[in-house]
């Protein structure tokens, strides 16, 4: 199965500037890769996320990067907000087919500092 | 719109024994998972269901877990008996159609289960 590995595991920063968090994925066939972010006590919920026809795509502060041919991708917070603070996940599946499982990785916990 | 509902949202029980978690997808949400979040990782599927009928089962331990989804509504996971490492948090999702359209998850809050 797909195996999905994402770093740093910790993250902190000041407020405003920049965060990265980057994954890579085993399964060549994967086209789906979506973010999520998890707040304390919550499910996680999707923020972003990018089809493998794509090599990037932003929304507002967050924008998300994808490489098939090395098979990573990042996740990228500008000017970031202590509200950002949260554990961050990315995932990988195969859309198209009825099952898209979805394979997380262990999570980022990013702290934004005031 | 109403979210995914789970409950209880906490439950402490001694191991070999057994615990019932419930969840109310989002309403017209065809397909239904439940995944276990171990303290530290991500989220792991457990099961998913397409309607009333399951669809994906493989990382369930059967001898101990099962879940059902009567009527393709609403459902419920259960675990008897109870190990220590089946400590974690439950999230249930839903989506419209995760293989054809866009796929989005939506979580419930999670139910959160300490086995003593």
């Known amino acids: 199965g797909e195996n999905v590995e994402q770093h740093p595991s910790t993250l902190s920063v000041q407020e405003g500037d920049s965060a990265v968090i980057k994954c890579t994925y085993s399964?060549?066939?994967?086209?789906?890769f979506p973010w999520y972010k998890q707040e304390l006590g919550k499910g996680p919920q999707l923020i972003i996320d990018i089809r493998s026809n794509v090599g990037e795509k932003k929304d507002q502060r967050i924008a998300v990067t994808l490489n098939k041919t090395a098979k990573h991708f990042s996740l990228h917070i500008t000017e970031t907000q202590p509200e950002d603070s949260a554990v961050y996940f990315c995932a990988a599946s195969i859309r198209g087919s009825t099952l898209g499982r979805l394979y997380f990785g262990r999570g980022t916990q990013l702290t934004v500092w005031p | 719109e109403a979210g995914v509902a789970q409950s209880p949202r906490y439950k402490i029980i001694e191991k070999r024994q057994s615990v019932a978690f419930w969840c109310n997808p989002i309403s017209g949400h065809a397909t239904l998972y439940w995944y276990q979040q171990i303290l530290g990782q991500g989220p792991k599927l457990l099961i998913q269901?397409?309607?009333?009928?399951?669809?994906?089962d493989s990382q369930l331990p059967k001898d101990r877990f099962s879940a059902e989804r009567l009527k393709g509504v609403d459902s419920t996971l259960k675990i008897q008996p109870a190990k220590l490492e089946d400590s974690a948090v439950y999230l249930c999702?839903?989506?419209?159609?995760?293989?054809?359209?866009?796929?989005?998850?939506?979580f419930g809050e999670g139910s959160r289960l300490t086995v003593l």
């Open positions: 999702a839903s989506s419209l159609n995760p293989g054809l359209n866009t796929g989005e998850l939506f």
């Open positions: 269901f397409q309607n009333n009928g399951v669809v994906d």
């Open positions: 399964d060549s066939a994967s086209n789906y």
